[in-house]
């Protein structure tokens, strides 16, 4: 088994001796075996275990056994003790999620301190085999069946190519101690059902079942691989990036087979499930200008041609600027305001505006733009509605109600980022001129 070891970490470029990690372990078979895999192979590491306090006298001992480990074989042990129930309770979530959050933060936190190149995990064939039927379970789709990689992030699993009969067997041969975990030969969990009775039932099928299950899960993974790629081509060929929004028109997913699943690899990014990647979809059948979908965090609007995807806009409370105010936070962004008494260079950007200074009444006022608005905007003699000119300027449905607009006194002096009112506007008899731009401009 090292040399196999040795040959894939080799091969798949997994881990390198002029590197150092975190190896994460519980004292048990698997985790041991990599901790001596380690050792043997000179890949230096510190080691990161978790005693949850789940199993009483069991969990102190583990936690022995492994301080004991490490200052025998000169390895640094970092311990977190950690009262997993309570943080579950607080939480409202079960003991199991609790302790997968407590693990993964604890291991990132002293990664990220000790400036170590790796967190290496000790999941193998048998573990990949469970997580991939407990998706299935739940409900999946291809990037479900393909399960976990060897490398994900600062996540590293060498053992994916061993099954835990090959682990025990090497760790019996070589004489290796390890800790058991009598809660894993219960079938309480679903993981562990799925281990000692759902996955015994589906070998006992085929004395060939558990190779044909991993060479087909294989399969998946390229097939997987293969759609990612054709599926980044469709995105930069049809999705529009702007600044706060992208933009799919409507006929990119017309007439293409899977249409729903390239929605959903487009928005499972933005917090967006499969179900609701199927409706956006169905809604296009007969689609409706400004019917909205939401995520925790994003929405998809419905427009006359294409979907707008953009963050759910924030409360906006209006702001007061008063003569001579540098800077100014709108919608996260920053702007700077520059007043000059010296005639300015023309700044070609549109989105920024220049004003006449003198011409406004202070405090200004930026505010999010009301159904009766209007404005003269610059080159016109007459006023116009905020609602036709945003139409004017194809402002999508969804991005309408974020248009911001600069009152002063009754008058509106700029529709923010957009056009500015003519009666603002900068003359060759300005003598004071305000500036206002991206602070990354």
């Not at 006298?57 to 129930?85: C, M, Y």
């Not at 894993?184 to 004395?207: M, V, W």
């Not at 023309?346 to 505006?353: F, G, R, V």
């Amino acid at each position: 088994m090292y040399e196999a070891f040795i040959s894939h970490i080799h091969n798949e470029k997994l881990l390198t001796p002029s590197h150092r990690y975190l190896l994460a372990c519980s004292g048990g078979l698997d985790s041991m075996a990599l901790a001596h895999l380690l050792l043997k192979a000179n890949i230096p590491f510190e080691l990161a275990h978790v005693n949850f306090q789940l199993r009483g006298e069991e969990s102190q001992g583990d936690e022995a056994f492994l301080r004991n480990w490490g200052a025998k074989h000169g390895i640094e042990v970092h311990v977190n003790s950690s009262d997993t129930i309570s943080y579950a309770s607080t939480k409202g979530i079960s003991i199991q999620m609790a302790a997968r959050e407590i693990r993964y933060l604890f291991f990132e936190e002293i990664r990220s301190s000790r400036a170590l190149n790796g967190i290496i995990l000790a999941h193998h064939q048998d573990d990949q085999l469970e997580t991939i039927f407990l998706h299935l379970l739940r409900g999946t789709g291809i990037e479900g069946m393909t399960g976990m990689n060897d490398r994900k992030g600062w996540l590293i699993r060498p053992l994916l190519i061993f099954s835990r009969k090959e682990i025990e067997t090497y760790m019996q041969q070589e004489g290796h101690e390890w800790r058991e975990d009598r809660s894993n030969a219960s079938s309480d969990y679903k993981r562990n059902k799925l281990r000692h009775e759902g996955l015994p039932a589906i070998y006992a099928l085929d004395q060939d079942a558990r190779k044909n299950l991993l060479h087909s899960f294989d399969r998946l993974k390229d097939t997987g691989k293969a759609f990612i790629s054709l599926f980044e081509s469709w995105k930069i060929q049809h999705v529009e990036e702007g600044d706060d929004f992208s933009i799919l028109p409507y006929e990119a997913l017309y007439q293409v087979k899977g249409a729903a699943t390239l929605l959903y690899f487009w928005l499972r990014t933005y917090g967006f499930n499969s179900d609701q990647a199927k409706g956006i979809y169905e809604s296009l059948k007969d689609p409706k200008p400004g019917r909205l979908f939401l995520s925790s965090s994003h929405q998809v609007g419905l427009d006359r041609t294409a979907l707008i995807l953009s963050a759910i806009p924030q409360h906006f409370d209006p702001i007061s600027i008063s003569y001579g105010v540098e800077m100014v936070s709108i919608s996260s962004k920053k702007y700077t305001l520059e007043w000059k008494t010296q005639e300015m260079a023309l700044d070609p950007n549109s989105s920024h505006a220049q004003l006449d200074a003198d011409t406004l009444e202070y405090p200004l006022m930026v505010r999010n733009w009301e159904e009766g608005d209007r404005f003269i905007p610059l080159g016109m003699q007459s006023e116009k509605k905020i609602s036709d000119f945003l139409i004017d300027q194809k402002v999508p449905l969804p991005l309408k109600k974020e248009v911001k607009v600069v009152v002063s006194g009754k008058k509106i002096a700029w529709v923010w980022g957009m056009r500015i009112a003519d009666w603002a506007k900068v003359t060759p008899n300005t003598i004071r001129f305000l500036h206002i731009k991206s602070a990354t401009a």
